[in-house]
Each structure stands twice: as structure tokens, then as C-alpha cells.
């Protein structure tokens, strides 16, 4: 039998229901990572759209998003940001605070990782409230960057972060929604 990308998807990601605490269903990445197929055809669906267009850089946020850029990166010829937190890359940066859900961090990319224009893609696992990916935003924006779109392989609709980054004229795309946080 054929199976659609969302149930390959799906059945990919595990579901760890009270972490990190009480209330919160932890949607595990790693388990989609470690299947080959499902791990491929996560990046192929992701980079499909933009095959063909010219994409300068994929932005990926610390740490899932490195994983999931570096194969987008790879597969549409774009160069590479990584988004880290504050404190761990070694050159220029910009920093930006970015809220949480119980208070604020900080979130760091290098002065010199794009030139104004340059079209770029920033990429997730997950949106939730869109706290994390609005600031990425905003140090990409600071730079130059046009953004094209975000990515996520899994959004959480209710928390409203899709709606979030909408509101800032950001496309959003996402394969997988789960209900609840
Ligand atoms: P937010 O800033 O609220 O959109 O949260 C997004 C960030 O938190 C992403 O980097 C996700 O990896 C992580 N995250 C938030 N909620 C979950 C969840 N339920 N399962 C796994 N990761 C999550």
C-alpha cells in the first residue's frame, strides 16, 4: 500500500506526552531523523517549492534546525546560517531577546552571514507560539535578509505561531500539525 508523506510523516515522530514538564507533549524529532525514507522525503518535500528558484541561504535555528537546513542547504545549492544562542559564535554579531514561555533568552547570528538582498529560507522542527522564529526574524530582517518562507516540519496551530509570523509578512510552511501544546 502507498503511504501519503503525512502518515510516513506522522508515524515517524514520537510523542513523549509531560516533557520537559507536566502538560507538554514533546514531539521527538530524532526518531523521523534515524528513518531513512522518512528523513528524506521530510527534506524533499520541504526544498520542492523552491527547486529552481534562486535561494541564497537557509537559516536554521539552534539545534533541530541545523539538521533539517544543512539537508535543505545541501539539496537546493544554498549557503548556510546557523542561529545560535547567545554566546557561542566566535565573530561579530547581532542578538535579539526572544520570549519564551516563562521569560526571555537570547539568540545570536554573525554580522557577516548574509548581504542585504540575498533571499534566504529559515527552517525549524517545530513552531509553537513563534516566539522562537519571530526573532530569528528580526536579526535576518536587521541584516538585509529577504525571507522567502520559513519552514517547520511540525506545527502547533493552537499556540498560534504560524498566525504569528503571518502578521510580520512571513510565508509560513509547515508538512505535519499536531493538536494541543
Ligand atoms: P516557539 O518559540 O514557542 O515557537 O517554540 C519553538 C521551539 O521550541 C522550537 O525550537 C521547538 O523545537 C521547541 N518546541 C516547542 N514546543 C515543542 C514541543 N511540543 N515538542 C518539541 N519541541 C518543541
Do not use: W
Not at 525514507?37 to 520541504?46: K, N, P, T, Y
Request: aromatic letters at 6%; glycine letters at 10%.
Amino acid at each position: 500500500m502507498h503511504t501519503t508523506l503525512h502518515d510516513t510523516l506522522v508515524s515517524a515522530i514520537r510523542n513523549i506526552p509531560d516533557y520537559p514538564k507536566p502538560g507538554i507533549m514533546f514531539r521527538d524529532i530524532t526518531t523521523l531523523l534515524g528513518n531513512a525514507r522518512a528523513f528524506r522525503r521530510a527534506i524533499d518535500e520541504l526544498v520542492h517549492p523552491y527547486a529552481g528558484s534562486k535561494i541564497d541561504k537557509i537559516a536554521g535555528i539552534e539545534a533541530r534546525g541545523f539538521i533539517i537546513g544543512g539537508a535543505m542547504a545541501h539539496q537546493l545549492s544554498a549557503g548556510f546560517i546557523p542561529i545560535r544562542k547567545k554566546g557561542k559564535l566566535p565573530h561579530e554579531t547581532v542578538r535579539v531577546a526572544y520570549s519564551l514561555e516563562y521569560g526571555l533568552d537570547e539568540m545570536e547570528m554573525h554580522k557577516d552571514a548574509v548581504t542585504p538582498g540575498e533571499k534566504v529560507i529559515l527552517v525549524d522542527d517545530l513552531i509553537a507560539t513563534g516566539g522562537t522564529a519571530e526573532g530569528a526574524v528580526k536579526l535576518l530582517r536587521q541584516m538585509g535578509a529577504e525571507i522567502v518562507v520559513a519552514c517547520f516540519v511540525i506545527d502547533l496551530p493552537e499556540l498560534g505561531g504560524r498566525a504569528k509570523l503571518e502578521a510580520l509578512d512571513v510565508p509560513v510552511r509547515t508538512l505535519v500539525a499536531f493538536e494541543g501544546h
